[in-house]
């Protein structure tokens, strides 16, 4: 493979070199016309040729490499594609399947708050009941005790407004010869105890 490679890279030069060598005899026989005619185009097709034939054999082997690699490349991506579009599909039903049972979910959920929420309305009703005859109970002792020192403030009253009235009574109704009498027992009393 290497000899046909030189091979190729020699007859490549050399052809290179005669069109390096013989552009102005040949720029001048196509302005002259002095026999080289239709040779001359077909020695510039056969250059053609030969310069394409030697790019493709030099350039055949990594070209290859590079199409193979990318059509290695490709399919990778293709299978990839295909992965990912399976991957999708499978969590697109996923996510119907799950769109389907949600709304029995909501269902469930919007239930279960409700049975909650009658739960602690029950229990804020319960606590607010205890509370309200933890209040009452507080009252009636408030009651009681106010009542009772009303009562006693009452008797306190009466028994002072009916000694002032005994003593009004009796200093209205006790004359001063009465009080003499009375002091004269009293002092009498004294005098027979000692």
């Keep these: 493979m290497k000899l046909r490679t030189g091979r190729l890279l020699r007859i490549f030069l050399l052809n290179g070199a005669v069109c ?32 394409v034939a030697v790019l493709i054999w030099v350039a055949r082997k990594p070209l290859a490499e590079f199409f193979t690699g ?5 399919a990778d991506q293709l299978a990839e594609a295909q992965k ?25 959920i919007r239930a279960a708050a409700e049975q909650e ?4 309305y029950q229990r804020l009703t319960a606590d607010a009941e205890r509370e309200a005859q933890k209040i009452v109970e ?3 002792r408030d009651i009681e005790g106010v009542t009772r020192t009303a009562q006693l403030e009452l008797k306190a009253y009466v028994s ?14 006790v004359t001063d010869d009465d ?7 009293f002092v009498a009393g004294l005098g027979g105890k000692g």
Excluded: C, H, Y
Excluded at 86 to 107: C, N, P, V, Y
């Design 138 to 140: 507080r009252a009636g």
């Design 70 to 74: 990318r059509s290695r490349a490709i």
């Design 84 to 108: 990912a579009r399976l991957e999708a599909e499978t969590r697109l039903a996923e996510i119907g399947t799950r769109m389907s049972s949600l709304e029995t979910e909501l269902l469930g």
């Design 20 to 51: 390096l060598a013989l552009p102005a005899a040949l720029r001048a026989a196509e302005t002259t016309g002095e026999g080289w005619g239709s040779w001359l185009d077909i020695g510039k097709a056969a250059n053609l040729v030969l310069v």
């Design 179 to 185: 009080r003499r009498r009375l002091f004269a027992r």
């Design 117 to 120: 929420a009658k739960a602690e």
């Design 160 to 173: 002072d407004l009916s000694v002032e009235m005994a003593r009004q009574k009796v200093r209205s109704e």
